[in-house]
């Protein structure tokens, strides 16, 4: 038989070796779950990352058709006012022509004094009589009022065009964005 003493120390060592196996086996299953918690947790991140890259994938796909959309669009709207303004130029060319034609621009003789007048002769009666009462206006007068009415004219052209590319683009009328 063994001594109390003897029974103690094989008592203590056994309490000891259940502690530790005890120990090891919490240690594992602790490691255990916790590769099998970063496991979860990285799969979680993949399936993250993998929708974002298909969210990516899809808003690309989106922009690249409202691109397409949007530059089709201005290439109508490009092309529309480019031709507005070759019809403006012609409109234009054929007013002056025959503005020319007639006599060129002219202003009721009675708003300019005498000595202005007398730069241009009066009409010789007849069927110039409408003449005889305007006075033609200089040149470089009638150069600029044309000028002017052909920006005018362009300019008007250009805010159509604008106008056009707004709605077009649904932001005035009836497609436009809430």
Not at 10 to 26: E, K, P
């Amino acid at each position: 038989m063994l001594s109390i003493r003897e029974q103690l120390i094989v008592g203590l060592g056994a309490l000891l070796l259940i502690v530790l196996v005890g120990f090891g086996i919490h240690a594992h299953g602790f490691h255990r779950g916790e590769t099998v918690e970063r496991a979860g947790w990285l799969k979680k991140e993949v399936d993250r990352k993998d929708a974002i890259a298909e969210l990516v994938r899809k808003h690309a796909e989106h922009d690249a058709a409202l691109i397409l959309e949007f530059n089709l669009k201005n290439v109508k709207v490009s092309d529309d006012h480019e031709k507005e303004l070759a019809q403006v130029r012609a409109d234009a060319a054929a007013d002056r022509a025959a503005a020319d034609r007639a006599g060129g621009l002219r202003i009721p003789r009675a708003i300019c004094d005498r000595s202005a007048a007398a730069t241009e002769t009066a009409g010789t009666g007849g069927r110039d009589e409408t003449a005889a009462a305007t006075v033609q206006l200089p040149r470089e007068v009638e150069d600029g009022l044309w000028n002017l009415a052909s920006a005018a004219d362009e300019v008007t052209s250009q805010a159509r065009a604008c106008q056009s590319w707004i709605r077009a683009n649904g932001f005035y009328g009836a497609g436009a964005a809430p």
